[in-house]
């Protein structure tokens, strides 16, 4: 049996609700409420697919219980009931996001029409947001490229998550994508239709920090000259982003949690309790299990975010990867800059396919970048080549300043190699790799230099 559309009539009048109860009872439910505090009342609890509202009424007058039913739920759809020489408050009305409006007296029939009228645009408003929301995930979907079966698995797991309510942490370096993935996530559930908050718990100062998450309320510190909602609130039926988690200070761990476990916070100055509905996506580019060792991250915190994780491979991975990403930024960027740089050269896309990218996909979108805007591919050998180097250097190079070796004679070792590889790699451009007259020009054997390009990997960006 096909369920009744539930209609709410809010009005002083019991006379009108009875009306429409016998005129629309065979195909509606008619509820009915006698002034706005009851009427908001059953917005919440009897979740009404479209609600009657008279403007005049005593206490609460039709506008401000059009203004709250909107606060709680913006997308119900209101009808206002006016009488004759109310049309400033009709337009009011229809400007608070009022529906439609009908003359009092009316006739059920006259109001049906009205009805099906709303419901109609409604279903409609309802597909068009269905469709703009599938094609925005598929633009965000589109901006994870990659075949590489790391990327495909990730694209798997969160197609399965996205809609599952769970809490994602999203791991991976600086500049491989989490956010395109949080994004994602967001707008492949059903919470795709409202906020979607991005906060990095990195760039704001830890004293802000709370503020600007859980909101202020007046006077409550120097400064706080009205009352602020947080982001928290903002997000409510949305999603929120926490970039940059690991770097949360350790005091608001615990008013998360709260926030995770109870769906509640107060705000700073406040003592009331907040109620929110929000799915929370974190990322983090640290070792959270280092900062759960040095108690700079609490254990229960940490196993509440982390209900799935999605781990981002770096780009040094999955370089079979690299071609579809210049593809994709070569397009982006001639689109944007009105420019023509169709394609890179093999040896282009030798020298990046050999280069290690500290910056991962960021750093290789700013690349191409360049080259679009320049165009000049050559932009590529003069940035890579002198970093394409022996992997003891590429090591010693990513060391952090406080664990490096500082021996003279490595150094030297290493000055030398970088010496050695930039003078052969001159050479055999010079000679058009001509390998036997590039060794006769270099002075060494045949094979030494066979040795030498395998050593420092010249073959791999010829």
Request: glycine fraction near 6%; hydrophobic fraction near 35%; aromatic fraction near 6%.
């Amino acid at each position: 049996m096909k369920e009744k559309i539930k209609l709410l009539v809010i009005d002083d009048d019991p006379s009108v609700s009875w009306l429409l109860s016998e005129g629309l009872g065979g195909e509606y439910e008619v509820l009915s409420a006698r002034d706005g505090k009851e009427g908001i009342k059953m917005v919440s609890g009897a979740k009404p697919d479209l609600v009657l509202l008279d403007i005049k009424m005593p206490g609460l007058n039709g506008l401000e219980v059009l203004e709250q039913i909107k606060e709680k739920d913006r997308f119900l759809e209101v009808i206002m009931l006016s009488g004759h020489g109310e049309t400033k408050n009709v337009v009011e009305s229809i400007r608070r996001g009022a529906s439609e409006f009908v003359n009092k007296p009316f006739d059920a029939k006259e109001v049906e029409v009205h009805i099906q009228k709303v419901l109609e645009k409604n279903k409609l408003k309802k597909e068009l947001d269905q469709l703009k929301s599938e094609l925005q995930a598929k633009s965000q979907y589109d901006k994870l490229i990659g075949e590489n079966p790391k990327m495909l698995q990730v694209k798997n797991l969160i197609e399965e998550v996205a809609d599952s309510g769970l809490n994602v942490l999203i791991r991976g370096e600086s500049g491989t994508g989490k956010e395109i993935v949080a994004r994602m996530v967001h707008n492949l559930s059903s919470r795709r239709n409202e906020a979607f908050i991005k906060v990095n718990c990195a760039a704001i100062p830890r004293e802000l920090l709370e503020a600007e998450l859980f909101g202020y309320e007046k006077g409550a510190f120097t400064g706080a000259h009205k009352t602020k909602p947080g982001r928290f609130e903002t997000a409510n039926r949305g999603t929120i982003f926490l970039d940059e988690i690991g770097d949360m200070p350790l005091e608001l761990q615990a008013k998360l949690l709260q926030v995770l476990e109870q769906h509640e916070f107060v705000r700073v100055g406040g003592i009331k309790n907040i109620k929110v509905d929000v799915r929370i996506v974190c990322a983090t580019n640290r070792d959270l299990e280092n900062a759960l060792e040095k108690q700079h991250m609490r254990d229960d915190l940490y196993y509440r975010l982390n209900e799935i994780t999605i781990k981002l491979p770096a780009l040094r991975e999955i370089k079979e990867d690299i071609p579809f990403l210049v593809d994709h930024f070569l397009k982006k960027y001639n689109l944007q800059y009105r420019k023509d740089c169709t394609q890179l050269s093999s040896r282009s896309m030798k020298y990046l396919q050999a280069y290690g990218w500290p910056g991962n996909v960021r750093q290789l979108e700013n690349l191409i970048k360049q080259i679009v805007v320049r165009g000049d591919e050559n932009i590529i050998s003069e940035t890579l080549k002198s970093t394409i180097i022996t992997s003891e250097t590429t090591a010693e190079i990513g060391t952090s300043p406080d664990k490096r070796d500082y021996s003279l004679k490595k150094r030297v070792a290493h000055a030398v190699a970088e010496e050695e590889r930039k003078l052969i790699q001159e050479v055999l451009e010079r000679t058009n790799w001509n390998r036997r007259k590039a060794a006769d020009l270099l002075g060494i054997s045949y094979r030494s230099l066979l040795y030498k390009i395998k050593e420092y990997r010249l073959n791999e960006i010829v």
